[in-house]
RNA sequence: GCCCCCGUCGUCUAGCGGCCUAGGACGCCGCCCUCUCACGGCGGUAGCGGCGGUUCGAAUCCGCUCGGGGGUACCA
């Protein structure tokens, strides 16, 4: 695979921050890791090796809020080495597979802007990249290990290993396999209790594993003493553990960029790693993504963690990517609003915070109302027709669409997200039949309103001309030149009474966009 | 239970031993604008988990403690 760029040079580069205080106690070694812009040369040899990431997904239902995290890390990275993203579906665990995500997670991905070079759909130097058709390629290291004394088969059964961590757990020691297999051939095996059929393969993990290793985010990092792991599952699949190191190996992956649940099985990789014969490729582990209460993102707790959830809601793709983006990160400039490219721009692993941020939807709304105001006018109609129609509200006839362009501007600033236009408009879109006024709206504004609206529907039943301008002259000759009330006063009524809600976009702008008729007719009804 | 990771306003964050009586953003509150609701403008609220060290000086370094999280699978 010759020089990658490796750990070192990838961590140098950063590195303000982190100082040895993680490191383990004994020895201190003082850090001497450069500033900022103090930069290494060039890979060895001069030639600077491209780098490759992976997001890796299992395709277990919905796509989720932490692989289009991930991704996005990745690519913000990939994109400012100029390297390659890679796509590839962990589809071992036949258990929780699911048809239909391989294809929502595609759709999410492409939805967000986060385009991969390599994957399952559009093929690559390194295919196929989805696991399950990469059975074949597993075997031949899972008998190398066998071979090399690294790994050994395991008969015992679940019920076996489930008493056995019981038990530990009663004297409380750590749990871990007790390692009855080992050395014992299928026959000396099954004379013992527990002995199923078919084995699996365990790693023989030594004394002396190495458990640390350098972390491009946090540094040096600890992790656990790994237990004799599966590498190979009665069914014939590779557990991820070993499928995740063959394949990151065989796709030339450089830097493996994952969440921090993983920490703790990073040390089984890099002993696979050692053990293979392979170089380790750099560890980037991401904070987790949380729910309010802390505990990591779930879809249980929190309908965020299905992206799916974004797009019925109307949060526009480049918001919820900014602010993925704000996540556990911040730009050098400390500008909160940014693009990809800008985030791609300056990316650096160092700024990446160690900490789980929570998932908070409130600064998500904020942002996604500042791109919303920023979309044309035509964009912006675009991406309410989805909505509208799925309320039934909008059938794309030429009325409609001239009823949308009108409306769209008077709702652009009162949107936090798309969904939202449903509610605002009904009252236009509505058939006369179906409109109804809220009662809310009714209690509060109709009660003694018959003068009023009496007054200005004879204003406005002679007008020859209908237009905002016009609506609101007669309006407001009628109302408060003539009846002398205030403007928020004389609103009122006729918001409820022609709106059907006690909110609503501009009076009079939704008044002309109505039409003469329909809104004599309202105004009527609600005497 | 055992192992590992992490701890700055409610939330997202800046902070890299003196520039910090801790800065910004969202939220919240108030005011302005105003036909409602928004948008926009202005102002305010609120934080270094605790205790010990090191140092002339600690949010920043060290230890302990407390708290949170993750892992502990023939899931990923």
């Not at 590195?15 to 850090?31: I, K, M």
């Not at 890791?33 to 890796?56: F, I, K």
């Not at 915070?353 to 919303?372: A, E, Q, S």
């Not at 964009?379 to 030429?398: C, M, T, V």
Request: charged share 25%; with cysteine; proline share 7%.
């Amino acid at each position: 695979m010759g020089d990658r760029l490796h750990d070192t040079a990838a961590w140098r580069r950063h590195s303000h921050r982190h100082p040895c205080r993680r490191r383990p106690a004994g020895p201190r070694q003082r850090c001497h890791r450069p500033g900022r812009g103090d930069r290494p040369a060039d890979e060895p040899g001069g030639q600077a090796m491209t780098v490759r990431l992976r997001v890796a997904p299992s395709p277990t239902g919905d796509p989720h809020v932490g692989t289009a995290y991930m991704s996005l890390f990745n690519l913000a990275f990939v994109r400012q080495q100029g390297g390659q993203f890679v796509l590839r579906i962990e589809d071992t665990d036949r258990a929780r597979f699911q048809a239909d995500s391989e294809q929502q997670v595609f759709d999410m991905l492409a939805w967000l802007g986060l385009q991969w070079d390599e994957g399952p759909d559009k093929g690559g130097p390194y295919a196929p990249y989805r696991q399950s058709e990469r059975l074949d390629t597993y075997t031949p290291y899972v008998e190398q290990l066998l071979a090399q004394g690294n790994a050994y088969h395991c008969w015992c059964t679940p019920a076996r290993l489930q008493q056995m961590r019981e038990d530990q757990q009663a004297r409380k020691v750590p749990t871990g396999y007790d390692r009855l297999c080992v050395g014992k051939t299928r026959e000396q095996r099954a004379e013992l209790p527990g002995c199923s059929d078919v084995p699996v393969v365990r790693m023989l993990v030594p004394d002396d594993a190495p458990l640390s290793f350098v972390d491009l985010i946090r540094g040096q990092v600890n992790a656990p003493r790994p237990d004799d792991q599966v590498i190979l599952k009665a069914d014939g699949f590779p557990t991820y553990h070993l499928a995740v190191v063959v394949d990151d190996h065989l796709m030339g992956i450089t830097h493996v960029v994952r969440g921090e649940e993983w920490i703790s099985s990073t040390p089984k990789h890099v002993l696979l790693y050692d053990w293979l014969g392979w170089e380790r490729p750099a560890f980037a582990h991401m904070p987790l993504l949380r729910n309010v209460d802390k505990s990591k993102i779930s879809k249980r707790k929190n309908p965020a963690a299905r992206l799916t959830w974004f797009v019925e809601q109307g949060y526009l793709p480049e918001a919820l990517l900014n602010f993925l983006g704000l996540l556990g990160y911040s730009l050098p400039s400390g500008e909160e609003i940014f693009s990809f490219a800008e985030m791609s721009a300056s990316f650096d692993w160092t700024r990446v915070n160690t900490v789980g941020p929570v998932f908070d939807l409130d600064k998500l709304g904020w942002l996604n109302g500042h791109y919303l105001r920023a979309l044309a006018p035509e964009d912006l109609q675009a991406r309410l027709i989805p909505f509208l129609r799925a309320a039934g509200l909008y059938d794309d006839s030429a009325a409609h669409r001239s009823l949308l362009a009108g409306a769209g501007p008077l709702i652009q600033t009162r949107m936090a997200v798309l969904s939202e236009c449903v509610d605002l408009l009904r009252f236009l879109f509505v058939t006369d039949r179906e409109f109804v006024v809220q009662d809310a709206a009714r209690e509060k504004s109709l009660g003694d309103a018959g003068p009023v609206l009496l007054a200005l529907a004879e204003a406005l039943a002679p007008l020859e001309e209908w237009t905002t301008a016009s609506v609101q002259t007669a309006m407001d000759a009628a109302l408060i030149d003539r009846l002398g009330l205030k403007r928020g006063k004389a609103y009122a009524p006729v918001r409820a009474a022609v709106c059907g809600s006690l909110i609503s976009p501009p009076l009079p702008e939704s008044m002309a966009l109505l039409g003469q008729q329909r809104v004599l007719a309202r105004l009527r009804a609600a005497l």
